[in-house]
């Protein structure tokens, strides 16, 4: 069920946000990568990323198929949009982690002491301490892919997606603890904080040699189209 009330005057990119409409309902995970997934199996990690009218790379981040990589940040505030303190990432071959403290998203009224991300052997999971949207209190551990739309008059419709889960195309888990959408004016943005990938790559089929080969047959039917 959905709860509509006033968000007050929000301000970003002259966007005015005047309504969130919060309603927490599961959601299907997508199968795409996340930004910074190691390319090849092991653990990955990052702080904050932004897409959209400026984009900020994931910081800080890690990725590692062996031994315990970890790195800090002091503080990112380098879009309007996002303000965090004390980032900290790290990656593993088969766990990842990522804690970001005081965050702030202003436009969408997102306030949290800290949020974080695990992953351990292909199982994920995201906390929220004190995490609050227009004022109203966020579960601290909520399932995955909680999703709450965002509706913002004259402008479009946003979503906050809480412990999003993905599962990737080579078998890993990617979790992110809360992704943002925000329709502003010109150029959507998303923001994601505090994500971690681990689990295993699938192995790759093993290929045949020349002489084991099969001769190709021509085979005549439609091919699905997908994008």
Avoid at 42 to 55: C, E, F, I, N, Q
Avoid at 165 to 177: P, S
Avoid at 184 to 196: F, Q
């Amino acid at each position: 069920m959905r709860h509509s009330h006033a968000a007050g005057r929000l301000t970003a990119a002259g966007a005015l946000i005047t309504g969130l409409v919060l309603a927490a309902t599961p959601a299907l995970a997508a199968p795409n990568a996340a930004p910074n997934a190691a390319a090849a199996g092991g653990g990955s990690a990052y702080g904050v990323t932004v897409s959209g009218p400026l984009d900020v790379p994931p910081v800080p981040a890690v990725s590692s198929r062996s031994s315990l990589v970890s790195k800090h940040l002091a503080r990112e505030d380098l879009t309007d949009l996002v303000d965090a303190s004390a980032l900290d990432v790290g990656a593993s071959a088969d766990r990842a982690r990522s804690s970001v403290a005081r965050v702030a998203v202003p436009t969408a009224q997102l306030r949290a002491s800290a949020i974080g991300a695990e992953c351990v052997g292909g199982h994920g999971s995201a906390h929220l301490a004190r995490a609050t949207l227009a004022g109203r209190a966020l579960d601290a551990s909520p399932p995955p892919n909680t999703t709450i739309p965002l509706a913002v008059n004259g402008v479009g419709d946003g979503a906050l997606i809480l412990n999003k889960q993905q599962r990737m195309a080579d078998g890993r888990l990617n979790v992110t603890a809360v992704e943002l959408r925000l329709p502003l004016p010109g150029k959507a943005a998303t923001v994601r904080i505090a994500s971690a990938t681990c689990g295993r790559a699938a192995p790759e089929a093993p290929t045949k040699t020349p002489s084991e080969a099969p001769a190709p047959r021509p085979v005549k039917h439609d091919l699905p189209v997908t994008g």
